[in-house]
């Protein structure tokens, strides 16, 4: 019976926070289990504080504006379900729940808490104005300031894995992943995947596979960097250092850019050969091959 009820308020948290289709499009996406989907359901909803910040958000009910209300449940609910993602690809199934969220929870609280001294300029001005586009909604600062982030301490996973990886800091490693990110454009090219249209079932299935991707591309260039440069000097430094010595590799990357840049539609299939760049580009860099 304990049993039962525990899966049947977890299926009710699943469906109330995620949607009807949240388990159907998880099944879809990467063939695991509805054991599993909800498993790594749990895991993201506790790493992302999601109860917490729901409550919240929930509480503003007719004290600000119904749709920056509903934009900011559904920045929480995508959060949590790229995490759900990210969680069914590649945790570690050898922790239970609670060992899982113990082992992300450092990453995600030194993002949360230090994110701005990671980020370049643009970037702080940019989680900056989102933060007060929010807050002139009435918005509370602690909400605002989370719900800005959410996109950002995303990556606390990957930074988290690197540091197991590379036995680093991370405070070391999320400077080099983020000012690489700002480097290589990579943060504005996720833009274009996320902003890409979709017009069926499968292009949104493949959009969602180029953000996986490019998550994965950057995680590894950052690993690629950090093994093969010093420790010593500023993260810019490093990867300033680091592309000039890779330029001419780093050239074709460039150019795939600078054919995205000069157009406003995409084909779904540039998206892939730029993909492929990348993960040649880790490659052909990594010290080890």
Same mark, same amino acid.
Not at 145 to 169: F, G, K
């Given at each position: ?9 977890? $299926? ?26 909800? #498993? ?10 999601? *109860? ?9 009910? /007719?004290? =600000? ?18 995490? #759900? ?20 929870? *450092? ?39 989370? =719900? ?86 500023? $993260?810019?430094?490093?990867? #300033? ?14 150019? =795939?850019?600078?054919?995205?840049? #000069?157009?406003?539609? @995409? ?15 880790? @490659? /052909?860099?990594? *010290?080890?091959?």
């Amino acid at each position: 019976l304990r049993a039962e009820i525990i899966a049947t308020k977890l $299926a009710n948290d699943i469906i109330n926070d995620m949607g009807l289709n949240f388990v159907h499009r998880m099944l879809e996406e990467t063939g695991a289990s509805v054991g599993e989907i909800a #498993t790594s359901y749990v895991m993201s909803r506790e790493v992302f504080e999601m *109860p917490l910040y729901w409550s919240k958000i929930e509480d503003l009910d /007719n004290k =600000i504006p119904a749709i920056v209300q509903t934009e900011m449940l559904f920045q929480l609910r995508r959060t949590v379900r790229r995490a #759900t993602r990210w969680f069914l690809r590649h945790r570690d199934k050898s922790l239970d729940i609670e060992q899982t969220i113990a082992y992300y929870r *450092p990453s995600f609280n030194d993002l949360s808490a230090n994110i701005e001294d990671y980020l370049v300029d643009v970037e702080k001005q940019q989680l900056l104005s989102s933060e007060l586009g929010f807050s002139r909604e009435g918005v509370p600062d602690d909400i605002a300031r989370r =719900i800005s982030l959410l996109s950002t301490i995303y990556s606390a996973l990957d930074i988290a894995q690197i540091a197991e990886n590379d036995s680093n800091d991370i405070s070391h490693i999320s400077a080099i992943y983020f000012n690489l990110g700002a480097k290589l454009d990579l943060h504005w090219f996720l833009d274009q995947i996320t902003n890409q249209p979709v017009g069926n079932h499968w292009q949104a299935l493949a959009r969602a596979s180029y953000r996986e991707e490019l998550d994965w591309q950057q995680r590894s260039i950052a690993s690629v960097v950090i093994r093969s440069c010093s420790k010593e000097g500023s $993260a810019s430094d490093i990867v #300033t250092n680091w592309v000039a010595e890779h330029n001419a590799i780093l050239e074709r990357w460039r150019h =795939i850019l600078a054919e995205f840049k #000069t157009s406003q539609n @995409h084909e779904f299939a540039k998206f892939s050969v730029a993909l492929r760049e990348l993960m040649l580009l880790s @490659h /052909n860099c990594d *010290p080890s091959h």
